[in-house]
């Protein structure tokens, strides 16, 4: 994924997070807004809770950026999302963490 199309820590993510809108699913919650940049913008968030080793936290940041890195542009009209995973994530297949995250995405496109 492209540097421009990530979302930082600061003063956006703290916005995005207590203020944005939120859909939901068994293995991921994504809170998103309009971006005011012609591009939208991510952030993974895989807490501790997933799994204590971060190894597993990793793989799934690796997964869900690798689903994103083709998908990004596409992605209208621009938004900031941000993607937190759920426990029930880490067990997942990549198919289905895919399903889902396509799902997710479909849903913010309503």
Known sequence: MERRHRLGRGKDLDLLLRRGSRVSHAFFSVAWRPSYLPISRFVFIVPRSVDKRAV????????IREYLRT?????TPPRDIAIICRAEAALAARAHLYAALEELLSRLAR
Not at 58 to 63: A, K, M, P
């Open 56 to 63: 597993v936290r990793n793989r799934l940041r690796r997964r």
């Open 71 to 75: 998908r990004a542009a596409r992605i």
